[in-house]
């Protein structure tokens, strides 16, 4: 026991003692992540208030009467910059102006559509309005929808009215009209739901992505510089060496990634539009775990970690140098980020099966537990399967370990 303290002494010793290695891994990554969700979420925030604060630059041709006055609406006009086309004009230089983005959307009514709205019964086809617009411009595409949304809808119920003989008979019913309390949800499920879509993605990350860097340097490194050969020949034993270093990555992939989880968190009230958050922030008092939720947490990372540190010290110990080590771990390192895309496209309630897929059911688990549906069956069997795995890839580094031909390259 006391060999295996002092080995795991040694790899802390070895990262701890190091200042520049402390910055680059427990300090630069949760500086670098809360500045970079920071900006990305303010960006995106500004570019959407952009869009919804930009009046649209609107052009109008044959427009009828009646329509007109619906465009006269004081409302309508806070929200358009309307411009009326003379009958006849070319419409080419509009059509350009939208292209180049100076103008948004252009509308362009038949020359006849009072007559064929009027002439409706004989009529066996309803008028085309014709719009053009640009699907590569916000603004464009905005102003559009504006326009579908609300006023070509009053446009055509009011058609509609006058037809049957009163606006009240173009609708048969309303929605939620007065109703103030339409919406029933649990808040603290919401903001999980929000926080689960990309969180559970960026927890398996940074857990691996913590422990990869020196956990390439652990063993290979060590091969390299030639000090595995005198470590080896002393007189502890190899799988209390293998324990130790194991332990030691352990530890400093758990306080990376959670240097790099404090990094998201702090964040979150600039970023939350990049989590899903429909509020515009995140209400994290919202979500309200009680002790259960943060002991399923905490077990299913100390389990994924052992899982971790299994695959990296496994790639470590098979490579000759850490160039080769890091050439071995990457494709590791792409299946885990596999695991965690996965979780955002997938919908419904989750099957047990997919608790007990190694990795991935972790990222399941995660997400359940966000949105507080974890159950502790499917709870009990991803933490298992991480511990299985973990004793597997243990057992075989173990038996690596005691191989001469693979620790000295005979």
């Not at 992540?33 to 979420?41: C, D, K, P």
């Not at 409302?75 to 983005?101: C, F, H, N, W, Y």
């Not at 990049?274 to 008092?285: A, D, E, H, Q, Y």
Request: with cysteine; glycine share 8%.
């Amino acid at each position: 026991m006391s060999n295996l303290l002092i080995v795991i002494r040694k790899e802390l010793k070895r990262v701890f003692d190091d200042r520049r290695l402390v910055f680059t891994t427990f300090i630069l990554p949760a500086v670098s992540i809360a500045l970079i969700y920071s900006i990305m979420g303010s960006m995106i925030g500004n570019m959407t208030s952009d869009i919804k604060s930009h009046v649209p630059s609107v052009y109008i041709q044959n427009a009828p009467a009646d329509f007109q006055t619906i465009l006269a609406d004081d409302s309508l006009k806070e929200r358009m910059e309307l411009t009326t086309v003379p009958q006849g004009e070319s419409l080419e230089s509009v059509k350009s102006a939208i292209q180049d983005g100076t103008v948004d959307l252009l509308v362009v009514f038949p020359e006849d559509f009072s007559a064929e709205i009027e002439d409706y019964r004989s009529n066996r086809d309803v008028p085309v309005i014709n719009t053009y617009y640009n699907t590569s411009e916000d603004y464009s595409r905005n102003a559009r929808n504006i326009l579908f949304e609300g006023i070509f809808k009053q446009y055509e119920n009011m058609i509609i009215g006058e037809r049957l003989g009163g606006s009240h008979y173009a609708n048969a019913f309303d929605v939620d009209k007065g109703n103030t309390q339409s919406v029933i949800v649990d808040e603290r499920k919401a903001t999980g739901k929000g926080l689960s879509t990309l969180l559970p993605m960026l927890i398996v990350i940074f857990l691996f992505s913590g422990g990869m860097g020196i956990g390439m340097d652990t063993i290979a490194g060590e091969k390299e510089r030639g000090t595995m050969a005198t470590l080896l020949i002393t007189p502890v034993k190899r799988e209390t060496i293998a324990f130790g270093k194991i332990i030691g990555l352990g530890i400093v992939s758990i306080i990376s990634a959670a240097s790099s989880f404090l990094g998201v968190i702090i964040s979150l009230p600039f970023s939350s539009v990049i989590f899903g958050s429909r509020t515009g922030s995140v209400n994290l008092g919202a979500l309200n775990f009680g002790a259960a939720q943060y002991l399923q947490l905490s077990l299913i990372m100390l389990t994924l970690v052992g899982v971790f540190v299994g695959l990296i010290a496994l790639t470590s110990i098979i490579a000759k140098n850490v160039k080769e080590a890091g050439t071995y771990v990457v494709p590791i390192y792409m299946l885990v980020m596999v695991s965690g895309f996965l979780n955002m496209f997938t919908t419904g309630t989750p099957t047990t099966v997919r608790y007990a897929i190694p990795v991935y059911g972790s990222v399941v688990a995660i997400k359940s537990l966000l949105e507080f549906e974890l159950a502790w069956l499917n709870f009990g069997l991803c933490c298992l399967i991480n511990v299985a795995a973990t004793a597997m890839l243990i057992w075989v580094i173990k038996k690596m370990f005691n191989s001469e031909k693979i620790m000295f390259g005979i």
